[in-house]
Structure formats: structure tokens, C-alpha cells
């Protein structure tokens, strides 16, 4: 038996209370996730990347802000989809000290 099979199990037994507590724990656990950002210590030191590349989020940010269009950094970095830009600004929003801290820290090297 598959463990997607196990799960509709479970769930089908769930009352809708135990699922509304499933949700609640699930959307904290993932609350904090961006698909196609990701932090690894050994890249970038650890700074927040776009998947599939080693292209930091504050470094798009740092471009966004002094002008450059997303069809440029599109062009400039051809690894780069819309959907990363899309990830990248919401990261942006809901790490805006983080990634301000970045800039700054970049910026004075």
C-alpha cells in the first residue's frame, strides 16, 4: 500500500474537527516555505537562492529597485524563469528586514 494510499485512508476515518487541526498544523508547517527559494549553507553562504541557480534574492531585489525590468533580468540571467521573479518578490514581502540586511551587508564588501 502507497503512503498516499495510508493518507486517504487516515483521512477518510478524520472527523472534519480532526481535519480542520490537520490543515491548521499543516499551513503553519508550510507557512514559512517558498517554492523555488531556497537557503543551504555550503551556497551563497546560506543567503536565500533561486532554486536551480546560485542567484540570491536580495540581488534581484537590489536590481528591481534601481531600475532594472523583470524582462531584463530575465535576459541578463537566462536560468531565471518568471516564476522565479514571481517566488523571489514574495519572499521579498515577507522577508523584507532579511533581505534589506543582505543588501546592505553586500553592498559594503
Not at 516555505?33 to 543551504?40: E, H, N
Request: hydrophobic share 40%.
Amino acid at each position: 500500500m502507497s503512503a498516499s494510499t495510508s493518507a486517504d485512508q487516515i483521512l477518510l476515518g478524520m472527523s472534519r474537527a480532526e481535519k480542520a487541526r490537520l490543515l491548521q498544523v499543516l499551513v503553519q508547517d508550510l507557512g514559512e516555505a517558498f517554492p523555488g527559494i531556497d537557503s543551504a549553507p555550503d551556497v551563497c553562504g546560506g543567503e536565500p537562492c533561486i532554486v536551480r541557480t546560485r542567484i540570491p534574492v536580495w540581488l534581484l531585489e537590489r536590481a528591481r529597485r534601481l531600475g532594472t525590468s523583470e524582462a531584463k533580468l530575465l535576459h541578463i540571467y537566462p536560468t531565471l524563469r518568471a516564476e522565479d521573479l514571481v517566488n523571489a518578490w514574495a519572499y521579498v514581502r515577507a522577508h523584507s528586514d532579511e533581505i534589506e540586511r543582505q543588501i546592505q551587508e553586500n553592498e559594503s564588501d
